[in-house]
Each structure stands twice: as structure tokens, then as C-alpha cells.
């Protein structure tokens, strides 16, 4: 079983930052690409940002710029450093894998923005 476990989310004015951070259990983490996404409410689960297992990365357009996904595989851990942030990046942001033919989702931590 694979497990994930968000933190660092939290309350910030726009025009600041957080890190999140995600612990993967279980999977050989190395080989893994690993994404976050993101829910507001009313809205569907989006994806914010893609790293693959050679670093490669993909963001949503709307984050370019002002996130930066990154990860340490000496510690089964990927990371979003979000800069900048904007009250429309209010959400509950999960961490996730696809790992062995099935998706692995952690229970997500919240951002909110004010305005």
C-alpha cells in the first residue's frame, strides 16, 4: 500500500507564500512521477504541477511562474513552493501518484488566500 501525507498548508495574505510538502510511503518513490492538485469548492479537482522521475515539470497555466514543484528522493518527498499567491489559489491541494496501475491520493491540506 502507498501512502501519502500532505502538509504545510495554511492561511496567507495574497502576495505571499507557502511549502507544501509530500510524504510518500510504500512505492518505490525514485521512479514515480508526482503531481499536485488542487479542489476549490464548487470546482473540480484540477492538476497544479507535474514532476516526473528525472525532474522534468509541468504546471497549469494559470500557477507558471509563481510555483515551483520539486522533489528529494533521499527523502520520498516532493515539494510546492507557492509564490505570490492569489486568493484564487484558495483550495484544497493533494498530493498524487499513479503507481503500479492505481492512482494514490493523499488526504490534501488547505490553502486559503486572503484577499
Known amino acids: 500500500q502507498v501512502y501519502l501525507r500532505e502538509s504545510g498548508g495554511g492561511l496567507v495574505e495574497a502576495g505571499g507564500s507557502l511549502r507544501l510538502s509530500c510524504q510518500v510511503s510504500?512505492?518505490?518513490?525514485?521512479?514515480?512521477?508526482m503531481d499536485w492538485y488542487r479542489q476549490a469548492p464548487g470546482h473540480e479537482r484540477e492538476l497544479v504541477a507535474r514532476?516526473?522521475?528525472?525532474?522534468?515539470?509541468n504546471y497549469t497555466e494559470s500557477v507558471k511562474g509563481r510555483f515551483t514543484i520539486s522533489r528529494n528522493n533521499a527523502r520520498n518527498t516532493v515539494f510546492l513552493q507557492m509564490n505570490n499567491l492569489k486568493p484564487e489559489d484558495t483550495a484544497v491541494y493533494y498530493c498524487?501518484?499513479?503507481?503500479?496501475?492505481?492512482?494514490?491520493w493523499g488526504r490534501g491540506t488547505q490553502v486559503t488566500v486572503s484577499s
Open positions: 510504500g512505492a518505490n518513490f525514485k521512479i514515480v512521477p
Open positions: 514532476i516526473t522521475s528525472s525532474g522534468d515539470q
Open positions: 498524487h501518484n499513479f503507481y503500479r496501475s492505481r492512482d494514490f
